[in-house]
């Protein structure tokens, strides 16, 4: 980074981007090399495997989901990274989400203990 701040994108909303099963952080990881903001909810669980071992996971609260802030013409360069299936819309539309949803999510996350309905 060059340390000057991109003027933001007035035309950039959030959208859904639709993943292959169990590749969220790596679509996320994708998303940051190339500069695409993205957001991956993430809530902590306890597993336990056959031979009794236990380890805390993060697991994304929207599993296949990571969410996108693009302009929708840009949907392109969300659609090039490896593991992301499409944008969810209606038809040929995107259908965005409000930011206030987001935001409500993000500081949400670290307020109380997050997990997705059963």
């Known amino acids: 980074m ?6 933001p994108n007035v035309f950039a909303n959030w959208f ?12 996320a990881s994708h ?3 190339r500069q695409i903001e993205s957001f991956l909810p993430l809530y902590t ?3 336990r495997w056959k031979n009794r071992c236990e380890m805390n996971l993060e697991l994304p609260l929207f599993p296949n989901y990571v969410f ?9 360069r969300v659609l090039e990274v490896p ?13 965005p989400l409000p930011d206030f949803e987001i ?4 500081s949400g996350l670290g307020k109380r203990k997050i997990e997705p309905h059963p």
């Open 16 to 27: 859904a981007a639709y993943t292959n099963s169990h590749h969220e952080k790596r679509v």
């Open 83 to 95: 593991g992301v299936m499409s944008l969810v819309g209606f038809g040929r539309a995107l259908a």
């Open 45 to 47: 669980t306890l597993h």
């Open 68 to 76: 996108v802030r693009i302009d929708p013409r840009e949907r392109v």
């Open 31 to 33: 998303f940051a090399e």
């Open 2 to 7: 060059n340390g000057v701040a991109a003027a």
């Open 103 to 106: 935001e409500a999510l993000r």
